[in-house]
């Protein structure tokens, strides 16, 4: 699934072009780190007042619509713009919620900077696992996948993953969100990063 940096710029090309195969493929392959993404605001910031689902495809219709606008090159230029258009979509939603239609653009330049932050998390995530890729180009890439693997796995593990690695919640409060014992919470934890680490293994394999 991951793509040489000529062939990323080859396939980019063809979808701003109009190439409708070629769009949906791009979006497509980012729409598990973006949903990773938004549930990661949604939770942290608004204690899920939104469907993060809801804010991910919003996101995708923008980004196909948008998509013969964006000029970057390389993967990590895409991601730095989704997760514009993704901050932008929430702080639509943020106003809609709180009953106004003024924009605020502080509010997007903070929530961009939080979802960097999030996915600086991911990336701080592919190191802990073990994983170490070389250059910043393979670290983009990486943490895409790393976002697939996670869409992979039972639910009960992506959910333990998510609440202690990217969240930083404790096992104590991991196990009240989840209904489970501590003692419980523990294990079920370490067998997802077992998991986790045999699927990336897998999918990085030549």
Known sequence: MSHRPSSFV???DAAREG????????????????????RLEVDTQFQGKFDAS????????EACRDLPQFRGQTEAELLAWLRQILAHV??????????????????EVALEQSLAQSSQRLG???AASGSSPSGQAARHEEEVQLAEVLARLPDDYREAIVL????G???????????RSV????????????????ELDRSTAP
């Open 10 to 12: 080859r396939l980019t």
């Open 19 to 38: 190439d409708a195969a070629a769009r949906e493929e791009v979006l497509l392959r980012y729409q598990p780190w973006l949903n990773l993404l938004a």
């Open 54 to 61: 809801d804010i991910v495809q919003q996101t995708l219709l």
């Open 90 to 107: 929430l702080a639509h939603e943020v106003r809609r919620y709180a009953g106004t239609q003024q924009r605020n653009i502080a509010r």
């Open 124 to 126: 701080e995530m592919l």
């Open 164 to 167: 202690r690695n990217l969240q």
């Open 169 to 179: 919640l404790s096992h104590e409060e991991v196990a009240r969100r989840m209904g």
């Open 183 to 198: 003692g419980a919470v523990r294990m079920l934890w370490v067998r997802a990063l077992a998991r986790l680490r045999r």
